[in-house]
């Protein structure tokens, strides 16, 4: 299984410093380790302003056949066209987001809070979970979503959602032929904290947990309901200690 990864900064403010370049960073790296140098083909990086070569370079390239592009503006036209792009390419993909995450009032009526959860992009541009959640679902590979973000309990909204125990039914949606699955850092009334992990610089505490705690190795290598659910147990327990909840969605279930 070789996957394509974009990995997306949203901090249109610039208010987070470092701490979203890291995550993105350190998050392809544990990808490198955990699935492999050989099963990674694609990486797109998407930041709001344009990297040194310094901060580049910081980038590890699994393998030399390995393509690394880097886009110095997170607009919705450039998620939506690299996603898009991803689509064509016989192979599941990653989404991975670090930064900050909002709250605005329901545009479609189908929150029971009345709030849409969004990303900040550029230019006071926003991503929405409707439109997050259209994007992803509507395709023929599987596609992990994973949102470290402030109100990240539904930053995608799938069919079922993981309480702990089982699945219970989220949305209604006509289930596509895609295997998505979905990982939030926090439930969408709690914020997702940044600290420092003891082995890696700081970031946001689902990404350092995955990381050093190296939850997802086996998800990542075999993407079912049976590896998410046990992933789930190692996030609630480590992101307890931040106050934080993870929310596991996934848009099909398994027979």
Request: net charge negative; with cysteine.
């Given at each position: 299984?070789?996957?394509?990864?974009?990995?997306?900064?949203?901090?249109?403010?610039?208010?987070?410093?470092?701490?979203c370049l890291n995550d993105l960073r350190n998050f392809l790296n544990y990808c490198r380790l955990s699935i492999g140098c050989n099963n990674i083909n694609m990486v797109y990086v998407?930041?709001?302003?344009?990297l040194s070569n310094l901060q580049k370079s910081k980038f590890l390239v699994p393998t030399k056949k390995t393509s690394l592009t880097f886009?110095?503006?997170?607009?919705?036209?450039?998620?939506?066209?690299?996603?898009?792009?991803?689509?064509?390419?016989?192979?599941?993909m990653i989404i991975y987001i670090s930064g900050h995450g909002g709250q605005i009032l329901d545009r479609s009526g189908d929150e029971?809070?009345?709030?849409?959860?969004?990303?900040?992009?550029?230019?006071?541009?926003?991503?929405?979970?409707?439109?997050?959640?259209?994007?992803?679902?509507?395709?023929?590979?599987?596609?992990?979503?994973?949102?470290?973000?402030?109100?990240?309990?539904?930053?995608?909204d799938f069919n079922y959602k993981y309480d702990g125990d089982e699945f219970f039914q989220n949305r209604n949606y006509p289930i596509p032929e895609s295997r998505a699955f979905y990982?939030?850092?926090?439930?969408?009334?709690?914020?997702?904290y940044c600290t420092?992990?003891?082995?890696?610089?700081?970031?946001?505490?689902l990404t350092i947990k995955i990381i050093e705690q190296q939850l997802l190795n086996d998800f990542?290598?075999?993407?079912?309901?049976?590896?998410?659910?046990?992933?789930?147990?190692?996030?609630?327990?480590?992101?307890?200690?931040?106050?934080?909840?993870?929310?596991i969605q996934t848009n099909f279930l398994e027979d």
């Open positions: 299984m070789s996957y394509n990864v974009i990995l997306i900064e949203a901090d249109g403010a610039e208010s987070l410093g470092n701490s998407l930041t709001h302003m344009e886009i110095n503006f997170t607009s919705s036209k450039n998620i939506i066209n690299v996603v898009e792009f991803f689509k064509k390419q016989d192979n599941p029971k809070d009345g709030l849409d959860e969004y990303i900040p992009l550029v230019n006071n541009q926003i991503m929405t979970d409707d439109d997050l959640t259209k994007l992803i679902v509507d395709q023929e590979h599987t596609v992990i979503c994973i949102v470290d973000t402030c109100h990240s309990g539904s930053m995608v990982i939030g850092a926090c439930e969408d009334d709690q914020y997702a420092t992990g003891k082995k890696i610089d700081s970031g946001g505490a990542l290598k075999d993407p079912c309901i049976k590896n998410i659910t046990k992933a789930y147990d190692g996030l609630e327990y480590f992101l307890r200690f931040h106050n934080q909840k993870p929310s």
